[in-house]
């Protein structure tokens, strides 16, 4: 490893890594879709052409742009038109950004969704631990963005910390919500996603499951079968939530059953200051270490949970 200028410890190969490369090498990909990659974010601004061809490159068909604001909304719907049929927009606020809320929000998002190539509402929400929005502000937002939902008649991508009573109280106020939900880049605690799979969501998993140390988390999800394959989506969530594949607390047994071709995306294109769409099989094959299947049978099915939940062909 090495720091990195902003003093974040980048991943980087070592000798006991045999690092292939992954577009000479003829491997079989896994057929992926990423339902949350940040494209708009500005550390894909100079780049972008060659993140999203490494992201083909390693099997990733088709990503979500997930948005927070209105001016992201705009972008991304942008992104999604100029690469069709592989990025994919969605219109929201997210609950940081709810105090930017004007009178006129609720119809031009409902102008940005209506658009194909915008799959969903959100991301939307409630988040009580920074104090970026208040509480008031976070719960009329959110409840507009869920009756909005419910009038185009697309998915909801949700956001919650913190706030786990009054998120369970406004959604069921709104039940049956008749549209599938997905709880985006989840972090919380067994409890709360019992909860939420309770409601028939969705649950969106991230490089965060190698962080994941608590004992009462995903991972406890995922060992006590609470959390099955036909309520996963698989999300890189970048350029955040990089997956660790060295993490302490990941056995050597796992490490070991990582492919070299992952590997290989992983550590030449990915780092803790920027994670891209192409760690995605890593995560899936993390995710099938921690559920005893076949990384194949987690990406497939994966993937059809988004193609069926978004509508894409």
Same mark, same amino acid.
């Given at each position: ?8 410890m ?7 890594v #045999? ?23 500005? #550390?894909?601004s ?10 083909k ?8 742009v ?8 705009k972008? &991304? ?22 105090k930017?809320?004007e009178?006129?929000?609720?119809d ?27 509480p008031?502000?976070q ?5 507009l ?10 998915p ?6 913190? &706030? ?10 709104h ?9 985006h ?12 799979i309770?409601?028939?969501?969705y ?16 991972? #406890? ?9 036909d ?6 969530d ?68 988004a193609?069926?939940i978004?509508?894409?062909?």
């Amino acid at each position: 490893m090495h720091t990195d200028t902003k003093g974040i410890m980048a991943f980087q190969p070592n000798s006991t890594v #045999k690092v292939l490369d992954p577009i000479r090498e003829n491997y079989d990909n896994y057929l992926l879709i990423d339902v949350g990659s940040n494209m708009v974010n500005k #550390k894909f601004s100079r780049d972008l052409e060659s993140v999203l061809q490494r992201a083909k490159d390693s099997g990733v068909q088709k990503i979500i742009v997930p948005c927070t604001s209105l001016r992201t909304s705009k972008e &991304a719907l942008h992104l999604a038109r100029i690469y069709p049929g592989a990025l994919y927009s969605t219109a929201g606020i997210h609950p940081h950004e709810a105090k930017s809320w004007e009178d006129n929000y609720y119809d031009e998002l409902r102008d940005i969704a209506k658009n194909p190539e915008c799959v969903a509402i959100g991301i939307c929400g409630l988040d009580y631990n920074k104090d970026f929005s208040s509480p008031d502000i976070q719960r009329k937002v959110f409840e507009l963005q869920i009756s909005l939902a419910k009038e185009i008649k697309k998915p909801i991508m949700l956001h919650q910390k913190g &706030a786990h009573e009054d998120f369970l109280r406004i959604i069921k106020t709104h039940l049956p919500l008749e549209l599938p939900a997905i709880l985006h880049s989840f972090t919380g605690s067994f409890e709360e996603a019992t909860d939420y799979i309770n409601l028939g969501m969705y649950i969106g998993i991230t490089g965060g499951l190698c962080k994941d140390s608590s004992g009462s988390g995903i991972k #406890k999800l995922l060992s006590a079968g609470t959390l099955t394959l036909d309520r996963i989506l698989v999300q890189s969530d970048s350029p955040f939530m990089y997956p660790n594949a060295r993490a302490a607390n990941l056995t050597d047994a796992l490490k070991s059953s990582l492919t070299q071709r992952s590997l290989g995306f992983l550590q030449r294109y990915c780092t803790f200051h920027r994670n891209e769409p192409c760690s995605l099989p890593i995560l899936v094959e993390l995710l099938a270490g921690f559920i005893a299947k076949k990384p194949d049978e987690v990406a497939l099915a994966t993937s059809i949970n988004a193609l069926k939940i978004f509508g894409m062909s």
